[in-house]
Structure formats: structure tokens, C-alpha cells
């Protein structure tokens, strides 16, 4: 895989997912999952740092009236029911973790929902970065992920999924789809697999 042409984006990297009082931290059933998640990526960010890698994270932010969410189903009603990813709230926010590594990730707000690529400009900014692979990380893997994942597919990128920096809501949930569905459309992989053969 080739860094320079490939992207790692990173979904969901906020507050109500990641942080200890976070309001859909207990959406993962896994004990200790989503702080494994987190060390796994912050792991994998440190070590590309330095690469030609593009690293994008990809915030859900929402009105406080969540207009976009009209008529919420499944996990989407849980957030406006909560007041998850309401914009200026904490947990909207990206989490600290990722301020030490200042404009080496790129931010690109706009999403509203579960695919990253719709209503922003992820794809553009891809486009114009040159990239053709995609690694995705993040929060959930049946939501957000797939949905990311099937739509980078679908514009012609070559998609990777990252088991050990993602999280369903449950194992089973987590392995059905890393066995059963990502290999329709892109690879399943772990973090300590991106960059191998890479020049150090």
C-alpha cells in the first residue's frame, strides 16, 4: 500500500463516543472496547505521523434542534433523544487526544448522519490529494463505518477496514461484519499491517 496515495479517516473521534462521560459510550456492550479502540488509533496516528499518509477525521455535528435528523430511527433517535453531537456541546467535540498532532489531521465537518462522504467535501479533498486507498477507523462499525466504507467504495476508491480500531456494539455484531460483509467490498485489516514494507 502505497501512503502517499492513501487516506486514514477516522470517524467519530469525539466526545460523546470516546470520553468517559461520553453519552453514546455505552452504545459499545464490550467492556473496555472503546478505550482499546482509542489506544489502538492514537498508536497508529503516532506511527504515520511522519508519513506521507492523509489523515482526515470526519466529526458528526448537529444542530440543537437536530433538523436533519426529521424523522430519527435506531441509534440516529438515541442521539436526539440524548442531545448527542449537539453543536457547541462537549461532546461534539473532537476529542483532546488529537490536538497534540495539530494540522497533520485534516477536519472535515458537514456530516450529519452515517456516511462520511455525504453533504461535505471528503471526496474532493481526496480527489485532489491523489488517493485511491481508504482506511477506515472509528465509531460504529455497522453504522458509520459501513456506510463510509460502502460509499468510498462505490466512487472508486480501494477500501480497508481496521478490526482493532473499530467497534460494533457487540462482538458478535463486530465479527459478523468484519467475516461477513467488509470482504464484499474492501479488505479487513489491522493497524499494525498499515505500512508495512514502508521505508522507516
Known amino acids: 500500500m502505497d501512503l502517499k496515495h492513501t487516506a486514514l479517516i477516522l470517524v467519530g ?3 460523546d463516543y470516546f470520553a468517559k462521560d461520553g453519552i453514546l459510550r455505552g452504545v459499545v456492550e464490550v467492556p473496555g472496547r472503546v478505550d482499546e479502540v482509542l489506544s489502538n488509533t492514537l498508536t497508529l496516528i503516532k506511527r504515520l505521523a511522519s508519513t506521507d499518509i492523509t489523515m482526515i477525521s470526519t466529526p458528526i455535528v ?3 434542534d437536530y433538523r436533519a435528523l426529521a424523522n430519527p430511527s435506531g441509534i440516529l433517535h438515541k442521539i436526539k433523544e440524548s ?3 449537539a453543536l457547541g456541546t462537549p461532546g461534539a467535540e473532537d476529542i483532546a487526544e488529537l490536538k497534540p498532532f495539530g494540522n497533520r489531521i485534516l477536519y472535515i465537518k458537514g456530516k450529519v448522519g452515517f456516511n462520511a462522504f455525504s453533504d461535505t467535501q471528503l471526496d474532493e479533498v481526496l480527489k485532489s490529494k491523489g488517493i485511491k486507498h481508504v482506511l477506515l477507523a472509528g465509531m460504529v462499525t455497522s453504522l458509520c463505518i459501513d456506510s463510509t466504507g460502502r460509499a468510498a467504495y462505490e466512487r472508486g476508491y480501494s ?3 481496521l478490526s482493532d480500531c473499530t467497534s460494533g456494539r457487540t462482538a458478535v455484531e463486530q465479527a459478523f461484519y468484519f467475516n461477513n460483509v467488509f ?5 479487513v485489516m489491522e493497524s499494525a ?4 514494507g514502508q521505508p522507516a
Open 183 to 187: 470482504p464484499l467490498y474492501g479488505t
Open 62 to 64: 448537529l444542530a440543537p
Open 159 to 161: 477500501v480497508a477496514v
Open 13 to 15: 473521534y469525539q466526545n
Open 83 to 85: 442531545g448527542a453531537f
Open 193 to 196: 499491517e498499515v505500512g508495512e
